[in-house]
């Protein structure tokens, strides 16, 4: 029996909210990052399903394109992480408070 | 036979997701994910993109994935002793917004084209001679600006995450 593209789609929506919940709530820095990843792929797996709903590639080149930027950003974020922790000693975002008035 | 296989690899991604965000351990919080990454990986397989779930593995757990034990390590980030916020209004607030925002995105996807039975696979059009072709003539100004985006981004990593020098902000005394 052939699955409906639907499901896919619910599951997506179900990877992204957990997502959310653990990027609104977690403490340490890399947790969150974790779960923004875990949205990422969460919106990848949508556009890879509406291509085969749709029979286009584009959501295909998409994805290609949102995991370059996501390895571009990992990169980053990462060495971000870094450089806050040689700064403050920690990396829970409740501490982080550079850019707070 | 292909329910089966969808049903094991969607419950195997929600369990380790569920697992990255409330796991305290942030190697295993890493671990997890990779796993939700590879389950995520076979479902790009089943819906037709081989390509794509080839990238998905060599790319996300393969070098991503990695880049975030190496900085784990690196860190030595302690187990946190109360994993989500200390104010437990904001867990629940978060729990309350996550829950409705999926709601909605469920109730959005809901719609009669989705439920039909899906269009049997153009193998043509979605084969990777074909994927590529497109890569390289419709993507290819994209393609070589993502290339220009991941050298800026490692060279600026490299210089953010570097030992700072005697006087700068951070040195390690």
């Given at each position: 029996m052939s699955v409906p593209i639907l499901w896919y789609l619910l599951l997506a929506g179900a990877l992204f909210a957990i997502g959310a919940f653990g990027a609104l709530t977690r403490r340490s820095g890399i947790a969150v990052f974790l779960s923004i990843e875990l949205m990422l792929n969460a919106a990848n797996l949508t556009l890879v399903a509406y291509s085969r709903l749709l029979g286009d590639r584009t959501g295909q080149m998409l994805v290609f394109f949102a995991l370059a930027v996501a390895a571009a950003e990992a990169a980053v974020g990462l060495a971000l992480f870094i450089g806050i922790y040689r700064l403050?000693?920690?990396?829970?975002v409740g501490r982080m408070n550079l850019m707070r008035w | 036979m292909e329910l089966a296989i969808f049903v094991l690899l969607a419950g195997t991604a929600l369990g380790s997701a569920i697992l990255v965000v409330f796991h305290r351990n942030p190697v295993s919080s890493t671990m997890s994910l990779v796993v939700t990454l590879v389950a995520t990986a076979g479902l790009f397989l089943m819906l037709g993109s081989p390509f794509l779930a080839a990238l998905q593995i060599l790319l996300?757990?393969?070098?991503i994935l990695v880049l975030f034990l190496f900085v784990i390590m690196l860190l030595?980030?302690?187990?946190?002793?109360?994993?989500?916020?200390?104010?437990p209004g904001l867990t629940w607030g978060a729990a309350i917004c996550s829950a409705i925002f999926a709601g909605a995105t469920m109730r959005l996807f809901w719609a009669a084209y989705a439920t039909a039975p899906t269009p049997p696979l153009d193998a043509e059009a979605f084969s990777l001679r074909a994927v590529a072709r497109e890569l390289f003539s419709t993507y290819l100004l994209p393609f070589e600006i993502i290339g220009l985006l991941l050298l800026v981004a490692v060279v600026a990593a490299s210089w953010i995450a570097k030992r700072p020098g005697p006087g700068e902000p951070g040195e390690v005394p």
């Amino acid at each position: 029996m052939s699955v409906p593209i639907l499901w896919y789609l619910l599951l997506a929506g179900a990877l992204f909210a957990i997502g959310a919940f653990g990027a609104l709530t977690r403490r340490s820095g890399i947790a969150v990052f974790l779960s923004i990843e875990l949205m990422l792929n969460a919106a990848n797996l949508t556009l890879v399903a509406y291509s085969r709903l749709l029979g286009d590639r584009t959501g295909q080149m998409l994805v290609f394109f949102a995991l370059a930027v996501a390895a571009a950003e990992a990169a980053v974020g990462l060495a971000l992480f870094i450089g806050i922790y040689r700064l403050r000693r920690t990396i829970d975002v409740g501490r982080m408070n550079l850019m707070r008035w | 036979m292909e329910l089966a296989i969808f049903v094991l690899l969607a419950g195997t991604a929600l369990g380790s997701a569920i697992l990255v965000v409330f796991h305290r351990n942030p190697v295993s919080s890493t671990m997890s994910l990779v796993v939700t990454l590879v389950a995520t990986a076979g479902l790009f397989l089943m819906l037709g993109s081989p390509f794509l779930a080839a990238l998905q593995i060599l790319l996300y757990t393969g070098a991503i994935l990695v880049l975030f034990l190496f900085v784990i390590m690196l860190l030595n980030v302690r187990r946190e002793r109360t994993i989500h916020s200390r104010a437990p209004g904001l867990t629940w607030g978060a729990a309350i917004c996550s829950a409705i925002f999926a709601g909605a995105t469920m109730r959005l996807f809901w719609a009669a084209y989705a439920t039909a039975p899906t269009p049997p696979l153009d193998a043509e059009a979605f084969s990777l001679r074909a994927v590529a072709r497109e890569l390289f003539s419709t993507y290819l100004l994209p393609f070589e600006i993502i290339g220009l985006l991941l050298l800026v981004a490692v060279v600026a990593a490299s210089w953010i995450a570097k030992r700072p020098g005697p006087g700068e902000p951070g040195e390690v005394p």
